[in-house]
């Protein structure tokens, strides 16, 4: 009971391919690789922020003429 068979296995397949059909299945694994890519990329952006927001004078300051 605490693991499933191949035979568990195989019916669920058949049921998410009769759920979604075949041809959306390639999309919804395009669309998780997007999403888990541009995680990612979000995740290493907050590791090393941008030194271009340094040279930005406060905002509650108006710029000196």
Not at 5 to 12: C, G, R, T, Y
Not at 32 to 58: N, T, V
């Amino acid at each position: 009971m605490g693991s499933m068979s191949l035979f568990h296995w195989i019916i669920v397949l058949v049921v998410v391919v009769v759920l979604f059909g075949a041809g959306k299945i390639p999309r919804l694994a395009e669309d998780l690789a997007k999403g888990i890519k541009a995680f990612r990329h979000g995740m290493r952006d907050e590791d090393h922020p941008d030194d271009s927001r340094r040279d930005l004078p406060p905002a509650d300051k108006p710029p000196a003429p």
